[in-house]
């Protein structure tokens, strides 16, 4: 085991999934900090019971912080601004935005997801795939086009990743303990793709159309419709 950027670090040549290890690992840790990586996963999963192709050469990596749960709608735009930002760091003039909740899109496709857990001691876990050199091709599987970093012509590796991102994470994270959620939530809407522009959200019930007039200080999305400003908490955003 390694200690980078103050994080304990665990790599594995196969997991199931790197979530399901950090939850393991989170019932009797003894760093404060941990992140799991691993070169495969057989059971990558996303958001809403999906499943996450893993494609041998990106990287999947669970990190594991104790937080209350409660902070989980905030940390997700800790997390997917840290992800633009190590990415524009390697590439400066990159086409790099944000899509509500938590998705990364590089030239319009879905670069990297993002599954927070809640796990035992009031850790949480922040699982994290990023298309280093593989995309899954659109199909009926997939919900969104997606791009990998090696077509958009970002050298990296998965573990040169994990290092850059660490420590832009921590240095995000810092900022949010320190002055709070606004600073993050400005950086996060200035990134935001079709901000004033017409969206559509499918969540549980329905799918809902409207003008995305950004989110609020609980990173709720605020879609306008028929004049009227509404939050949604959860959904799935399509253009
Ligand atoms: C999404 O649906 O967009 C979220 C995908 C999250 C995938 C990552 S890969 C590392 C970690 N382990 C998992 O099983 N899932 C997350």
Redesign the pocket.
């Known amino acids: 085991m390694e200690t980078i950027c103050g994080w304990q670090w665990s790599d594995y040549d196969i997991l199931s999934?790197?979530?399901d290890k950090a939850k393991d690992m989170s019932k009797n840790a003894s760093a404060e900090r941990f992140v799991v990586t691993a070169k495969q996963?057989t059971k990558?999963?996303?958001?809403r019971g999906?499943q996450?192709i893993s494609r041998e050469g990106n990287l999947?990596?669970?990190l594991a912080l104790p937080l209350p749960i409660a902070k989980a709608g905030e940390l997700i735009f800790v997390v997917s601004l840290a992800l633009l930002e190590t990415i524009r760091q390697m590439k400066p003039n990159i086409d790099i935005n944000l899509k509500w909740p938590n998705d990364v899109l590089v030239n319009g496709g879905k670069i990297s997801?993002?599954?927070l857990e809640k796990a035992e001691g009031e850790y949480i876990i922040i699982?994290?795939?990023v298309n280093i050199v593989a995309s899954p091709k659109l199909d009926g599987n997939l919900l969104y086009q997606a791009q990998s970093l090696s077509d958009a012509g970002v050298a990296a590796d998965r573990i040169s990743f994990m290092k850059a991102y660490l420590l832009q994470f921590n240095r995000n994270f810092s900022l949010w303990q320190e002055e709070g959620f606004a600073p993050l939530q400005e950086q996060w809407l200035k990134n935001a793709c079709r901000l004033n522009e017409t969206i559509q959200v499918r969540t549980e019930k329905n799918v809902r159309e409207g003008i995305f007039r950004g989110v609020d200080d609980q990173g709720m999305l605020l879609l306008e419709e028929q004049g009227i400003i509404n939050k949604i908490y959860a959904g799935d955003v399509f253009f």
């Open positions: 999934s790197t979530n996963q990558g999963r996303g958001r999906r996450w999947f990596m669970s997801g993002i599954l699982g994290i795939g």
